[in-house]
């Protein structure tokens, strides 16, 4: 009899709903994203889907098979996971030809006098708000990443 109440205790307990607030994105899912999203690239050889949205903060994927803008965010940290391929992350610096696209969005097609680091699978990566950064993805590769995006104000 202890042993059926302890069962049921049990499968009550791993078929619970999740409590509110809590989302899971498992790797297989997060990885999978790549294949997906390559078939959605625009001009820009670019494509994301946002995950979801929580007012102070947001989640995202993106895959990238060029070169993005340079970017500057006056109120928002980004933090990159990176999920396949490889690119170079060029941070700090100025921004080129600097112009705003959106509300405390700027962006530039380079960055001049920044640092350059390789990222490949399972990196994590935090850029600050206010600090200048840009993927360069070689010719012939590509690199998709979740990116959570935080409001720094």
């Given at each position: 009899?202890?042993?059926?109440?302890?069962?049921?205790?049990?499968?009550?307990?791993?078929?619970a709903?999740?409590?509110?607030g809590?989302?899971?994105?498992?790797?297989?899912?997060?990885?999978?994203?790549?294949?997906?999203?390559?078939?959605?690239?625009?001009?820009?050889?670019?494509?994301?889907?946002?995950?979801a949205?929580y007012g102070?903060?947001?989640?995202?994927?993106?895959?990238?098979e060029?070169?993005?803008?340079?970017?500057?965010?006056?109120?928002?940290?980004d933090?990159?996971?990176?999920?396949?391929g490889?690119?170079?992350?060029?941070?700090?610096?100025?921004?080129?030809?600097?112009?705003?696209?959106?509300?405390?969005?700027?962006?530039?097609?380079?960055?001049?006098?920044?640092?350059?680091?390789?990222?490949?699978?399972?990196d994590?990566?935090?850029?600050?708000?206010?600090?200048?950064?840009?993927?360069?993805?070689?010719?012939?590769?590509?690199?998709?990443?979740?990116?959570?995006?935080?409001?720094?104000?």
């Open positions: 009899m202890r042993s059926l109440a302890l069962f049921a205790l049990c499968a009550a307990i791993l078929t709903a999740d409590p509110a809590f989302v899971m994105w498992k790797g297989p899912e997060l990885r999978g994203f790549e294949q997906k999203l390559a078939l959605k690239v625009d001009q820009k050889k670019m494509a994301s889907e946002t995950l949205n102070n903060h947001s989640v995202m994927v993106l895959h990238r060029a070169s993005g803008e340079a970017e500057f965010h006056e109120t928002q940290a933090l990159f996971i990176v999920q396949s490889e690119a170079t992350l060029i941070v700090g610096g100025t921004v080129v030809e600097p112009r705003t696209t959106a509300p405390h969005e700027i962006r530039g097609p380079s960055i001049r006098d920044g640092v350059s680091k390789r990222i490949g699978p399972g994590v990566v935090h850029i600050a708000a206010k600090t200048p950064h840009q993927l360069v993805v070689a010719d012939g590769q590509q690199v998709t990443y979740a990116v959570v995006k935080i409001n720094a104000e």
